[in-house]
């Protein structure tokens, strides 16, 4: 099963109106390492796919591509 966080991660942030680095201070990472998640090199951890999940306010499953539901 192919994994669409990179790609939900990408349209969040777009809707939210926010940069990359606005992410990535919101849930204390480095730029780098939130630009690595949306472009599909790394996977988050569960903490940081908490919260990134919490941030966006829809479900880790939804942010993962298991579910269609936020």
Known sequence: MELAINKRL?????EKKE???QVAAAIGVVE???QK???GTNLPGIENAWKLADH???TIDYLVG???DR
């Open 37 to 39: 998640l949306e472009y």
């Open 10 to 14: 990408k349209e969040l942030r777009k």
């Open 56 to 58: 966006f306010g829809v």
């Open 32 to 34: 780098q390492y939130y």
């Open 19 to 21: 940069t990359q680095v």
């Open 66 to 68: 298991r579910s269609d």
